[in-house]
């Protein structure tokens, strides 16, 4: 990259001649032209410069394993899944409530779902939200599932047939401790250090639960791996925009649009058993929402202040006597009857009202713990 002219705080625009706005992008055209001389338009200093390089062809060691968690590290822009609302640092919890844990277990879900469309529940920031992803044939599952980009740890989420690692007896749900007696901590260091070996044996050491297994693993050369590299590490780009008075009044209301969306899916989720009642939280979940907001900033702190505002609203109005829409329920019967709701009725729907309300509010302050528990 150097060699080639390429500077640091370089914006890539175009790759080819052609316009890119993602590094899935660049790194898809970098990937599949080892060895040919591609162009690159970048822009520096508020003028574009026009830049030839050609991306070196790395062939991999590989031990055979992914660990590709259920957190996205990326989500491709305009793309299903962006659009359906997906975002970076997303956690996938279940698929048509089925428990999620790596990322092999939502491409199977994904593909084998006979549905018209898949309820998926998300983690953000320590509250839960359901998206719906609708699809229409087999292209459209693998167009959402090739938008996702998984963040990778160090638990074993799926093995390569023949390689390795699956030879030496590592399973799905293994965690990698060491290499050489050296402990990993993140993914980034494992794969450094199985590339810079070359294939010579190493030692590795994981636990299977509270069981310890150590190995000699000879990492493998895949040549069908093989695929062109230029050598750059892209910053992420953070963009802040301004919509003023009237736009920020019409982006305001599409948000809230589609909060009461999410909304109405999570009770119908609930009430139709394709969502699990344990995603209920309550007051320690709010806290802990409301600070990871205002570690980001005051105006997310605000923005969450007011999205949660919106959905106690639309909850305040359900039909449950106590809340204000119990309230209107009995309005609307007055009508229609023509006279009051006797005062014993009323106090009896109170009573039960209330008692559902402390029921709900126990359960959720129940599963904050059982969750503040498990951390």
Known sequence: ARDAGIQVKDIVTAVNGKRISAEDEFREVEAVNPGNEISLTVLRDNKEVELKVIPSRV??????????????????????????????????????????TGFSD????????????????????????????????????EEFLGSLTPFYGLKVDSLVEGFPAEKIGLKPGDRIVSIDEKEIKEWNTLLQMVTTGHGKPMVIEWMRGHERFVSTIEPQKDEKSAAGR??????????????????????????????????????????????????????ILIAQASYESAKVGFGKLVYFLGILSLQLALLNILPIPVLDGGHLLFLAIERIKGSPVSQRTLSIAQYIGFGLIITLVIYATRNDIMRLLTL
Not at 240 to 261: D, E, H, P, R
């Open 106 to 141: 939502i491409r199977k879900l994904v593909v084998e779902s006979k549905d018209e469309s898949c309820i998926v529940t998300v983690k953000r920031n320590n509250t839960v939200n359901l998206i719906e992803i609708p699809f229409k044939d087999e292209k459209t599952k």
């Open 230 to 283: 230029i050598g750059v590490k892209f910053r992420e780009k953070i963009e802040v925009k301004q919509y003023g008075l009237s736009g920020s009044c019409i982006v305001g209301t599409k948000k809230a649009i589609i909060n009461v969306q999410r909304l109405y899916l999570t009770l119908k989720g609930f009430f139709s058993n394709r969502l699990s009642t344990k995603n209920v939280g309550g007051f």
């Open 59 to 100: 062939t991999r060691w590989m031990l055979g394993i992914s660990c590709a968690t259920a957190i996205l590290d990326g989500v491709k822009n305009n793309s299903i899944a962006s659009n359906a609302g997906f975002m970076k640092g997303d956690e996938v919890l279940e698929i048509n409530s089925i428990p999620v």
